[in-house]
């Protein structure tokens, strides 16, 4: 179920994660904030009960402030949470894991490196030895279709081409559990479609467990096999919608009409959520 | 080369050919300044003929010192400021009104604490330019974005290996106007404390001539200043351009 590659080759592994097996539990987990200048706590999460099974690409959606990112936050181990606790493979997160990686919204690549070199940064970094470095970061460039800007600097790149420079990054890593917090975000319609592709081509073949956070309900439903919504400040849980997908989908299923009610029920759902929101703020 | 750096040659020309022209003619008399071309070529014999051999190593070595230390320093400095925000709240008012201090008027001190000769230089030159460095330092800590250090933490870095690996790069344009005004700054405070401080180098040298009325030296010496100048700030500059010419997006 990794992005193990073969000797002498570059191509993936192609092995059938297991659905079924739960990979990241998050039991009764909170999280709170102080309030500036108080010592008043607010709460921003929870409490949240949720289990992600070993390959399944799950996507959370939800009002503007209602802790996706703070989520994500925690199922990484970057922040720890005020109670309860979030497991990953079986074992209590305190900081972050080997084998989770990460894909942020802004982009993360570093300005100093190039393409190749940024790719190649963490793996270099984890000890691996040096023909099996050049062997993943050429597949992740292909992968990627990055192979003409290899010697380029994120300077020179695209927006979009930047994010798939952070996406190579991370992948090259082999994580079992992926996590992108709106990583088409600063991207156009049209790029985000054959981006989601390329993400679901990417699932498919490293099996990883693919946690998406995501403002675009279509990019949700077209996506995952399961879609979380959120509820506004303090973010719950309101509503999980099973898409039904099989593995082998495309950015083709926008025309279906199962697409069309996906989406109908999930902007149902956000709908009152966004104008609890809206309606704070007025 | 671009309109205004030609503009700019033309300016630096048109002056030193105004000077020259003023100094030819007698207008500006000889004993009050000598005209340029006199001054290069009276430089070229001294420094041919190792005149000033020892004063140019002596001031050379301090300014490299102290640059080298109000760097170094100045970095560590700033890099502990930074991770302690109570401290830098403290600190901030007092490194924002420093140069407002003259910070010569502690040379009685240097002298007390390390004798006349390099320490006392290498002394009052760091104290002039650490703070750039300080400064410089934390304003490029503050402008990394923060997704690299949690791009950094996913890696699973150390706090020492972030630092090292992601900090000091993604930071470096912004340390690098630091260590342009640190070698700005020591070598103002060398030369100048030379004056005062020390029985040689440039500074010393300078001073000597004009007391002596050796107008020729004393010119040709300050020349070699300029030029020194004129050129480390066109080499770092060169490289702060590379630096900078990487990452514009």
């Avoid at chain 1, 500036?36 to 607010?42: L, R």
């Avoid at chain 1, 099989?246 to 956000?270: H, M, Y």
Wanted: hydrophobic share 50%.
């Amino acid at each position: 179920m990794t992005f193990a590659l073969k000797g002498g080759s570059v191509e993936p592994l192609r092995v059938a994660p297991d659905t079924r097996t739960p990979h990241v539990t998050l039991s009764q987990v909170t999280r709170s904030f102080k309030k500036a200048g108080t010592k008043e706590m607010f709460a921003a999460l929870g409490p949240i009960d949720l289990t992600l099974n070993e390959g399944e690409f799950f996507s959370v959606v939800g009002p503007s402030g209602c802790g996706k990112s703070t989520l994500m936050d925690v199922l990484s181990g970057l922040a720890r949470p005020t109670s309860g606790e979030v497991m990953f493979e079986g074992k209590v997160i305190t900081s972050v894991p080997d084998g989770v990686g990460v894909v942020f919204q802004e982009d993360a690549s570093f300005p100093w490196l190039t393409v190749h070199d940024n790719i190649a940064f963490g793996l270099r970094r984890s000890g691996v030895e040096g023909a099996e470095v050049e062997r993943r970061v050429a597949y992740a460039l292909g992968f990627m279709g990055l192979r003409d800007f290899a010697g380029a600097y994120p300077a020179q790149l695209s927006g979009g081409m930047r994010q798939r420079v952070c996406i190579a990054r991370t992948l090259v890593m082999q994580p079992r559990l992926i996590l992108m917090d709106e990583p088409f975000g600063a991207l156009d319609q049209q790029t985000r479609l054959l981006m989601g592709d390329e993400l679901l081509r990417l699932w498919r073949e490293t099996g990883a467990t693919v946690l998406l956070i995501t403002h675009a309900l279509d990019e949700a439903a077209m996506l995952s096999d399961r879609v979380g919504v959120m509820s506004s400040r303090p973010g719950l849980f309101i509503d999980m919608v099973e898409t039904g997908w099989d593995r082998d989908r495309d950015s083709r299923v926008v025309s279906t009409p199962r697409f069309g009610e996906i989406n109908a029920r999930l902007w149902d759902k956000l709908r009152v959520e966004t104008m609890k929101v809206m309606g704070a703020r007025h | 080369m671009n309109i205004e750096s030609v503009l700019r040659a033309l300016l630096v020309a048109g002056f030193i050919g105004l000077i020259e022209l003023l100094c030819r003619t007698h207008v500006i008399p000889q004993s009050v300044l000598i005209a340029p071309s006199q001054m290069l070529t009276h430089l070229v014999s001294v420094v041919s003929a190792g005149v000033y051999g020892k004063d140019i190593l002596f001031s050379f070595t301090n300014i490299a010192v102290a640059a080298l230390l109000a760097i170094v320093s100045g970095f560590l400095v700033g890099l502990a400021v930074h991770s302690m925000p109570r401290l830098r709240a403290a600190l901030e008012p007092l490194l924002a009104s420093y140069y407002a201090v003259p910070t010569f008027i502690f040379y009685p001190v240097f002298i007390v604490v390390f004798g006349v000769g390099h320490g006392s230089i290498i002394a009052i030159a760091v104290l002039l330019a650490v703070v750039a460095m300080i400064t410089a330092t934390l304003t490029g800590l503050d402008r990394i974005p923060g997704v690299l250090r949690k791009s950094a933490a996913v890696m699973r870095m150390s706090r020492l290996q972030t630092a090292w690996r992601i900090e000091l790069p993604a930071a470096l344009p912004y340390l690098f106007g630091g260590v342009k005004l640190a070698v700005a700054y020591a070598f103002i405070g060398v030369i100048a404390s030379e004056f005062i401080l020390s029985g040689s180098g440039i500074g010393y040298a300078i001073a000597f001539a004009y007391n002596n009325f050796e107008s020729d030296n004393m010119y040709a010496l300050m020349l070699l200043v300029l030029i020194s100048v004129t050129l480390i700030n066109a080499a770092l500059n060169y490289f702060d351009r590379r630096l900078q010419a990487r990452r514009q997006r």
